[in-house]
C-alpha cells in the first residue's frame, strides 16, 4: 500500500515538473540581463572571464552571503567535534615509503595549481572557491600520506579570519569612494593581462586563502577525532 | 559527441544506480564519487569550466573523503 502510495505520488511529481519544464524553451533568451553580461560584462569590470565577472562584480554581495554561510558551517563543525582535552600522542602507523615520498613530491605542485587558479580566476576558468577546494585536496593528501605532520590550527585560523576580513574592508572602501558595496575603485586595467580587473582579483585572492584554509580545517576536525 | 555524451550519461546512471544499491558503504562512496567525477567532465564537454573545475574537486575529492572518515568511525555494512 505505502509503496503504491510512493510510486503514484513520484509519477505525479514526475508529470508535474516535466510539463512545467516543457513549456520553457530550451537555449532561448529569456532575460535582457545575460545577454548584457556578455556582451559588455568585460568591458564594464575588466576581467576576461564573464564567469567571475558576475560572481565578484555584478553578485558580489551573494558571494559574500555564500562565503559566510560556508563560514559558519566550518565554525558549526568545528564546535561539535573539537575536544579540548589534550589526548595522549597516539602511535601512528607510518605511511609506506612510495605514498610518503609521492605526497610530498605533489604537495607543493598541488599547492601552486591551486594559487595559480585563484590568482587568475579573472583571466582563466576557475576562481577561488575552485582553487580553494584545490589547495584543501592538497591538505588532504598531507593528512592521508605524511600522518604524523599536522597544520598549524593558528596558521589557518589567521589566514582564514584575514581573507573574510580583506573581503568585507575591501567592500566597505567601495562605500567610502564611490557610495556603494562592493563598487569596483581601482582602476580596471587592459582586459587579459594580471593586473587589470581592479578589485576582482583582490577578492578572489581573499576568498581563495578563506576557503582553501576552511576546508583544511574541516578534514583537518574529521580526522583528528579518528 | 553526442555518442560520447550519452556513453558518458549511461556510466553516470550506472554510478548512481550502484551508489544506492551497495550495501558495502565505502563501494556505495567510490560509486557517488564517480557520478561526480562524470559529471564534471560533462559540465566540461558542456563548456562551463568553472563549475567542471569546482564539481571535480569538491564533488569528487573532498566529499568522497569525508564521507569515507564518517564511515571509519560507524559501521562498514549496511544491513
Known sequence: MRRTVAILLLIIVAVGIS????????????????????????????????????????RGFDTLGEVTV?????????????????KEARKIEPASLILYTGCRLLFPLILVFGSYIFVHGHLTPGGGFQGGAIIASGFLLIYLGCRE??????????????????????????????????????PKGTANTLFSAGIVPIIYIAIGFKVGSELAGIIDNLIEET | ????????????????????????????????????????????LLQA??????????????????????????????E
Open chain 1, 149 to 186: 605532520r599536522r597544520i598549524s590550527r593558528v596558521a589557518s585560523n589567521v589566514a582564514e579570519s584575514l581573507g573574510g576580513l580583506v573581503f568585507v574592508l575591501i567592500g566597505l572602501l567601495g562605500l567610502v569612494f564611490g557610495g556603494y558595496f562592493l563598487l569596483n575603485f581601482l
Open chain 2, 1 to 44: 559527441m553526442i555518442f560520447v555524451v550519452s556513453l558518458l550519461v549511461v556510466l553516470m546512471l550506472t554510478g548512481a544506480v550502484a551508489a544506492s544499491v551497495f550495501r558495502d558503504l565505502i563501494s556505495a562512496v567510490i560509486a557517488a564519487a564517480l557520478v561526480s567525477l562524470i559529471a564534471s567532465i560533462l559540465f566540461f
Open chain 1, 70 to 86: 560556508l563560514f559558519i558551517a566550518a565554525i558549526g563543525l568545528g564546535a561539535v567535534l573539537t575536544n579540548t582535552t589534550k
Open chain 1, 19 to 58: 510539463r512545467s519544464l516543457a513549456k520553457i524553451p530550451f537555449g532561448a533568451a529569456k532575460t535582457k540581463v545575460g545577454s548584457h553580461y556578455i556582451n559588455e560584462g568585460v568591458k564594464e569590470t575588466g576581467s576576461a572571464n564573464i564567469v567571475t565577472s558576475v560572481v565578484v562584480s555584478y
Open chain 2, 49 to 78: 569550466p568553472d563549475v567542471a573545475m569546482a564539481e571535480a574537486s569538491i564533488g569528487a575529492a573532498l566529499t568522497a573523503a569525508i564521507f569515507i572518515i564518517a564511515i571509519r568511525r560507524t559501521k562498514r555494512y549496511e
